[in-house]
Nanobody, 121 residues
């Protein structure tokens, strides 16, 4: 009922920037927390950043000061601005949303399919 589509990934050199976007669609009633997670080859998926409907943010220590998460509630979209990128940031980045849909009768914790971010040294 809730679908997430990420965009904005790509290949950049170390020190560069990328901005990821994730648009939620479906019969959405409300979206609570939205976030970004990432998974590198051979590693577990890890939290990058989250943002609540009220704008409260949380970041992994590894990205603090470099990444910024934001959202546009009117567009049901969450963004991740990534600056000063490092090769260690290379991973598939996944969008996540905790949402109520169908008039608020149902709850869904949804994931996007992911977008590749590659940072070259």
């Amino acid at each position: 009922q809730v679908q997430l589509v990420e965009s904005g990934g790509g290949l950049v050199q170390a020190g560069g920037s990328l901005r990821l976007s994730c648009a939620a669609s479906g019969n959405i009633f409300s979206i609570n927390t939205m976030g970004w997670y990432r998974q590198a080859p051979g590693k577990q998926r890890e939290l990058v950043a989250t943002i609540t409907s009220g704008g409260s943010t949380n970041y992994a220590d590894s990205v603090k000061g470099r990444f910024a998460i934001s959202r546009d509630n009117a567009k049901n979209t969450v963004y991740l601005q990534m600056n000063s990128l490092k090769p260690e940031d290379t991973a598939v980045y996944y969008c996540n949303a905790a949402a109520y849909y169908s008039g608020g009768r149902y709850y869904s914790n949804s994931w996007g399919r992911g977008t590749q971010v590659t940072v070259s040294s």
